[in-house]
C-alpha cells in the first residue's frame, strides 16, 4: 500500500490515475480502472451530447461502485462544443472529481465548488500550476513533453517540470507524461508528486474499448514512434507518428492553416482507428511511454504490479542504498 496526501484526497487506494482520453475514456476502461483501485476519468468530449455524458456516468455507475471522475478539456475544437451544458451533466449525475485540461477552469471553479466537486488541473508549465493553484484548483496533473495529447509548448520533460513545479506548488500534484511502470510511480514521488496519471498505458490493456490493432501498435513501437503535430498552430499534439501525422506535419511545413490540416487530424476520424484498428485512417494520440510498453493487462493486473513493484523498489532497491 502506497498512501499520499493524493490518495487521500480522492479516497482511492492506490496514487494512479487513467486521464482523460478523447474516444477512449469510456466505461470500460474507467469502471476496470475504479474497480482495481486506482482514479478513472470518463473523457466528457467523447459523448456526442451532454445527454449521452449523463448515460455514460450512469453505465459507469453500473460497473462500478468505486469513486471515478470526468475529464473536461477546454482546447480549440473543429466544432463548437457546449461547454456548459457538459459542466451541468457532470453535476446533476452527482459527480464529484472534475479533471480540467486546455484552459484555465478559473471560470468554471464556483459551480464545481457549490456542488462539493474536486478539480484536478492539468497543467504543463510551472506557471500554469501557480495560477490553478492561486485559482483553487484541489490537486494539480502535471504534465511533461514526454505526454500524448497536449503538451504546451515549452517542451519541458518531466525529469526537470516536476521539481521545479514541487518547489513552489503546495497542493498535491501528480506526474503525466512518460510514466508506465513501477520505476516512474517511484520517481514520481522522489520528483515530489503524490501519484501518477497515465493515459497510453492504459490504452495497452484488455478492457480499454479500443481496437486490438491499436493495443499491438503500442506494444510494438518504441518511445520514438510519436510525432508532434500542429506546432505551428501553437497548439502542439502528440500522436502515434503514422501516415496522417507525417501529412499534416507537411503541410504545416508548407504554411498551411487549420482549415486545410483539419481534414486530415480531425478527431472523428481518429475514432475510426479505434473503432476498427484501421491504423492509417486518422491520427491518434500516444505517448513516448510506448517505449516502456510491452504488454496488454488487465488494469487490475497493471496497477496491482506497478504498486507492488514500487513497494520493492523503495523498500529493498532505495532503502537498501540509504542503509
Ligand atoms: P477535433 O476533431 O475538434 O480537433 C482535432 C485537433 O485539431 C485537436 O487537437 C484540436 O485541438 C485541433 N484544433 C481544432 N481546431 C483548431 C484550431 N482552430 N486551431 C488549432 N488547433 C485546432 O478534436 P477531437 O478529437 O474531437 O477532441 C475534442 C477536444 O479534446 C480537442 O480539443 C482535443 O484537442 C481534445 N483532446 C483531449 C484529449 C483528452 O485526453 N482529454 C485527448 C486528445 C484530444
Same mark, same amino acid.
Given at each position: 500500500?502506497?498512501?499520499?496526501?493524493?490518495?487521500?484526497?480522492? =479516497?482511492?487506494?492506490?496514487?494512479?490515475?487513467?486521464?482523460?482520453?478523447?474516444?477512449?475514456?469510456?466505461?470500460?476502461?474507467?469502471?476496470?480502472?475504479?474497480?482495481?483501485?486506482?482514479?478513472?476519468?470518463?473523457?466528457?468530449?467523447?459523448?456526442?451530447?451532454?445527454?449521452?455524458?449523463?448515460?455514460?456516468?450512469?453505465?459507469?455507475?453500473?460497473?462500478?461502485?468505486?469513486?471515478?471522475?470526468?475529464?473536461?478539456?477546454?482546447?480549440?475544437?473543429?466544432?463548437? %462544443?457546449?461547454?456548459?451544458?457538459?459542466?451541468?451533466?457532470?453535476?446533476?449525475?452527482?459527480?464529484?472529481?472534475?479533471?480540467?485540461?486546455?484552459?484555465?477552469?478559473?471560470?468554471?471553479?464556483? /459551480?464545481?465548488?457549490?456542488?462539493?466537486?474536486?478539480?484536478?488541473?492539468? @497543467?504543463?508549465?510551472?506557471?500554469?500550476?501557480?495560477?490553478?493553484?492561486?485559482?483553487?484548483?484541489?490537486?494539480?496533473?502535471?504534465?511533461?513533453? +514526454? @505526454?500524448?495529447?497536449?503538451?504546451?509548448?515549452?517542451?519541458?520533460?518531466?525529469?526537470?517540470?516536476?521539481?521545479?513545479?514541487?518547489?513552489?506548488? /503546495?497542493?498535491?500534484?501528480? *506526474?503525466? =507524461?512518460?510514466?508506465?511502470?513501477?520505476?516512474?510511480?517511484?520517481?514520481?514521488?522522489?520528483?515530489?508528486?503524490?501519484?501518477?496519471?497515465?493515459?497510453?498505458?492504459?490504452?495497452?490493456?484488455?478492457?480499454?474499448?479500443?481496437?486490438? %490493432?491499436?493495443?499491438? *501498435?503500442?506494444?510494438?513501437?518504441?518511445?520514438?514512434?510519436?510525432?508532434?503535430?500542429?506546432?505551428?498552430?501553437?497548439?502542439?499534439? %502528440?500522436?502515434?507518428?503514422?501516415?496522417?501525422?507525417?501529412?499534416?506535419? *507537411?503541410?504545416?511545413?508548407?504554411?498551411?492553416?487549420?482549415? +486545410?490540416?483539419?481534414?486530415?487530424?480531425? =478527431?472523428? /476520424?481518429?475514432?475510426?482507428?479505434?473503432?476498427?484498428?484501421?491504423?492509417?485512417?486518422?491520427?491518434?494520440? *500516444?505517448?513516448?511511454?510506448?517505449?516502456?510498453?510491452?504488454?496488454?493487462?488487465? @488494469?487490475? +493486473?497493471?496497477?496491482? %504490479?506497478?504498486?507492488?513493484?514500487?513497494?520493492?523498489?523503495?523498500?529493498?532497491?532505495?532503502? =537498501?542504498?540509504?542503509?
Amino acid at each position: 500500500m502506497i498512501r499520499t496526501r493524493f490518495t487521500e484526497m480522492f =479516497g482511492v487506494q492506490h496514487p494512479v490515475v487513467q486521464g482523460g482520453m478523447q474516444w477512449v475514456g469510456r466505461a470500460e476502461l474507467t469502471s476496470a480502472v475504479a474497480n482495481a483501485g486506482a482514479l478513472g476519468f470518463l473523457t466528457a468530449l467523447t459523448q456526442p451530447t451532454p445527454e449521452d455524458l449523463v448515460k455514460e456516468i450512469a453505465r459507469c455507475r453500473e460497473m462500478t461502485d468505486k469513486p471515478f471522475g470526468v475529464n473536461l478539456t477546454i482546447l480549440p475544437t473543429l466544432v463548437p %462544443r457546449p461547454y456548459g451544458e457538459y459542466i451541468d451533466a457532470i453535476i446533476s449525475s452527482g459527480i464529484k472529481i472534475v479533471e480540467t485540461a486546455g484552459n484555465s477552469p478559473k471560470p468554471f471553479l464556483p /459551480k464545481f465548488k457549490e456542488n462539493g466537486v474536486k478539480i484536478i488541473h492539468k @497543467c504543463t508549465s510551472v506557471r500554469h500550476g501557480i495560477s490553478a493553484e492561486k485559482v483553487g484548483v484541489d490537486a494539480i496533473s502535471m504534465d511533461g513533453f +514526454e @505526454c500524448a495529447g497536449h503538451p504546451g509548448e515549452d517542451d519541458i520533460p518531466n525529469l526537470v517540470l516536476l521539481p521545479a513545479a514541487a518547489n513552489v506548488i /503546495k497542493i498535491p500534484m501528480i *506526474a503525466s =507524461g512518460g510514466l508506465a511502470d513501477a520505476r516512474g510511480l517511484v520517481a514520481a514521488l522522489a520528483l515530489g508528486c503524490e501519484g501518477v496519471n497515465m493515459g497510453t498505458r492504459f490504452m495497452a490493456t484488455k478492457e480499454a474499448p479500443i481496437h486490438q %490493432r491499436v493495443k499491438e *501498435a503500442i506494444v510494438g513501437s518504441d518511445e520514438r514512434s510519436t510525432a508532434l503535430i500542429l506546432r505551428t498552430l501553437r497548439n502542439t499534439s %502528440r500522436v502515434f507518428g503514422n501516415s496522417v501525422a507525417k501529412k499534416a506535419i *507537411a503541410m504545416e511545413k508548407e504554411g498551411k492553416g487549420i482549415e +486545410e490540416i483539419g481534414p486530415y487530424v480531425a =478527431g472523428a /476520424k481518429g475514432r475510426v482507428v479505434y473503432e476498427t484498428g484501421d491504423m492509417e485512417h486518422g491520427i491518434w494520440s *500516444a505517448g513516448t511511454s510506448m517505449g516502456l510498453i510491452n504488454d496488454i493487462p488487465t @488494469c487490475k +493486473e497493471l496497477v496491482d %504490479r506497478i504498486v507492488s513493484e514500487a513497494e520493492a523498489i523503495i523498500k529493498a532497491r532505495l532503502g =537498501g542504498m540509504a542503509a
